[in-house]
């Protein structure tokens, strides 16, 4: 639990993240511009790590359902057959 919340925080703070031609964009404009170009890419970057999420989970849902299902004993040879 603690490795995922560590992914969640390294996650989180490389969102805010830019390219450097946004960089130098927002930094020629006032401050208000400068973060509605920051939330727009945000917003643009929210769909892919969405599917993402959603991929992760599905993964994770099916990987339970398998570990709740008893295992099967695989059926041993007789000692002659050996």
Known sequence: MKRLGLALF??????WAQCVMCY??????????AHLLNMGIVLLGLPPFCILGGFIFLAWRRNQSFAAQ?????????????
């Open 24 to 33: 130098r964009t927002a930094a020629a404009q006032n401050a208000a511009r």
């Open 10 to 15: 390294l996650t989180a703070a490389n969102s």
């Open 70 to 82: 008893p295992e099967t004993p695989v059926p041993s040879l007789p000692s002659h057959e050996r």
